[in-house]
């Protein structure tokens, strides 16, 4: 969602009414955004874990032209939020240990750790030690015990700035955060919360009911702000 708002303001033809109707069926807003239907998207992530590994072949693109030309030319980073399917799938296993081999030091990841999956809790099938994983790879490994921590996650991203490795950043977050049934439950997962399971959440995090759809001044002028600068 953040991503469509910033496509919208920053002047890509969207308009704010494709970004209401997001993952409605013909939606130009799309739950999985895809390249060439959605203005600004660049790339399609496409299944689980392809996304990850598009991240490496992004950051090892990035060494190499560093290295051919000049590395303040290409002093940027490649970000990415991955999820507990990315990291189940194989393909992630291979890019990660290739850009742990490769030692990739601009590309940080910010694993969303909310222990569901679309199927159930993650204990179901997933509990191998993701931190202990990711460290043999060679990453420099953190862990956020708050993912809405703001000022935490932060400074798990500067720290990982400075370490010449690939970073993983594990945040520790709830799925359906705030909602007062849906919390951690595959149901926040997979199916819309319902007005009556939505109203209950804005109620509960102090979110106004009215409008429908809020975007907040102070968000609004920082977006454009953004746009100024980039």
Avoid at 65 to 80: N, Q, T
Wanted: charged share 20%; proline share 5%.
């Amino acid at each position: 969602m953040l991503l469509y708002s910033l496509l919208h303001l920053t002047g890509y033809d969207l308009s704010l009414d494709e970004i209401r109707n997001f993952r409605q069926w013909g939606s130009r807003t799309p739950g999985h955004p895809e390249h060439g239907l959605t203005p600004g998207v660049e790339t399609t992530t496409g299944p689980l874990g392809q996304g990850f590994a598009t991240g490496v072949g992004m950051a090892m693109a990035r060494a190499h032209m560093a290295a051919e030309f000049s590395p303040d030319l290409f002093d940027y980073y490649i970000y990415a939020i991955v999820t507990d399917g990315d990291l189940m799938e194989g393909i992630s296993s291979e890019a990660a240990s290739l850009a742990g081999h490769l030692q990739l030091s601009h590309l940080i990841y910010l694993y969303d750790n909310n222990h569901i999956s679309i199927d159930g809790s993650t204990d179901l099938a997933f509990t191998e030690d993701r931190a202990a994983r990711f460290a043999a790879y060679g990453w420099y490994v953190q862990k956020v015990e708050d993912g809405n921590n703001v000022d935490a996650v932060d400074a798990a991203i500067q720290a990982a700035k400075i370490h010449p490795q690939p970073a993983l950043i594990l945040c520790r977050t709830h799925i359906g955060f705030g909602a007062p049934h849906r919390q951690d439950t595959a149901k926040a997962h997979g199916e819309p919360l319902g007005d009556e399971e939505l109203n209950a959440a804005k109620q509960n995090l102090g979110w106004p009911l009215e409008p429908r759809f809020y975007i907040p001044e102070d968000v609004l002028a920082y977006y454009r702000k953004v746009l100024g600068e980039g």
